[in-house]
């Protein structure tokens, strides 16, 4: 049974490495602005390769591995608020931002461990419903 008007905060998850991250509920406005955020880049990057020698500009399609992993890297942008764990290049700690945690994001065992977080949110497992 789904339990609607439940109220959801911010939670604490781990992820690899002592890494830990505060992330805010992923709710369909969430991952709506994922999505738009995914795309925009997307848009960016192969608007940065039209001008390359050889690139006609043409949109290839994505594998659904590199759109899920996108979404995620996404979804991580939006949700994580604070982290524990995460310094600079001099090990002097950081707070998160966009670029910060898509430098995060681009760490496979960071990357895993907060896509298996979305995987479970997204199946209402967050929500504490199924």
Do not use: C
């Amino acid at each position: 049974m789904i339990r609607l008007g439940l109220k959801s905060s911010a939670v604490w998850i781990p992820l690899a490495g002592g890494v830990r991250v505060q992330v805010e509920p992923i709710d369909t406005a969430l991952v709506t602005a994922a999505r738009a955020l995914m795309h925009q880049e997307r848009s960016a990057e192969l608007g940065a390769r039209v001008g390359d020698a050889g690139e006609d500009g043409a949109a290839e399609a994505l594998s659904q591995d590199e759109a899920w992993n996108r979404l995620v890297t996404a979804v991580a942008k939006l949700a994580i608020t604070d982290w524990d764990g995460v310094g600079d290049q001099n090990g002097n700690p950081i707070k998160p931002d966009p670029v910060a945690v898509g430098l995060l994001m681009a760490i496979y065992l960071q990357h895993a461990a907060f896509a298996r977080h979305v995987a479970t949110w997204t199946l209402l497992g967050g929500e504490k419903n199924v």
